[in-house]
């Protein structure tokens, strides 16, 4: 069975600094792997997914992740926070077409101006 | 662009009640998910469906069925609620075909609360 896990529950970055949020991924092969972000009481947005290729992706609102096999990981990163970048972020995988998402436990991103 | 659709947003309902949640997919989309989000918790999968027909089951409760009509809108039914119930289920939509195409997007949610 497939896992993703976000060492992370709770991360707190000053506006402007670097962000780098952790996620690793436990499955047999090379999954479908994920990103997506969610605010209070809000729908999950996709920042970026990866399917195979360049193993660094770019996603929107300067966001990017890096997939590393040797790893297991799956790491968000973006080079300068901005306040309106609080929220609850989730990563997550697939096996497949058509297969259904499974997420991490989250990491919760704090913005401090 | 077009998003998917949940209806209503909003449901309260008393304890042994039903309820019936709506998704409307992004248009073109073949592939309808349902995933049930505990507060504080990450989402979890229930169902999923693709041309009409259920292709994947999770921890659905016997309590709930749901189904996928012919306009690939689906609708999850929700019998003998519980207090445990209460929740945001998320419907999903994707296009399955290959990687570049079957990625789920995901409405805004119905948050149901069961009192």
């Known amino acids: 069975a497939q896992s993703v896990t976000q060492p992370d529950i709770h991360i707190t970055v000053s506006e402007g600094a670097s962000l780098e949020l952790r996620c690793n991924y436990s499955?047999?092969?090379?999954?479908?792997l994920f990103w997506y972000v969610q605010s209070p009481g809000q729908g999950l947005q996709l920042l970026l997914k990866?399917?195979?290729?360049?193993?660094l992706v770019q996603g929107i609102k300067g966001f990017e992740a890096e997939f590393k096999r040797s790893q297991s990981s799956f790491n968000l990163r973006k080079p300068s926070v901005h306040w309106s970048d609080a929220a609850e972020y989730f990563c997550?995988?697939?096996?497949?077409?058509?297969?259904?998402?499974?997420f991490g436990t989250g990491t919760r991103l704090q913005v401090t101006l | 662009a077009a998003g998917v659709i949940q209806s209503p947003r909003h449901l309260i309902k008393e304890k042994r009640e039903t309820a019936t949640l709506k998704c409307y997919p992004i248009p073109r989309h073949d592939t309808v998910y349902w995933y049930q989000q505990g507060p504080g918790q990450d989402p979890q999968f229930l169902i999923s469906?693709?041309?009409?027909?259920?292709?994947d089951k999770g921890s659905i409760p016997d309590r709930f069925s749901a189904q996928q009509f012919s306009d690939y809108h689906s609708e999850l039914n929700m019998s003998s609620l519980e207090l445990g119930d209460s929740a945001l289920y998320f419907c999903?939509?994707?296009?399955?075909?290959?990687?570049?195409?079957?990625?789920?997007?995901f409405g805004p949610g119905t948050r149901l609360t069961v009192l």
């Open positions: 990866y399917f195979s290729g360049d193993t």
């Open positions: 999903a939509s994707s296009l399955a075909g290959g990687p570049s195409t079957d990625t789920q997007y």
């Open positions: 997550a995988l697939n096996t497949g077409t058509a297969s259904k998402l499974t």
């Open positions: 469906f693709y041309e009409k027909m259920q292709s």
């Open positions: 499955y047999g092969a090379t999954p479908y």
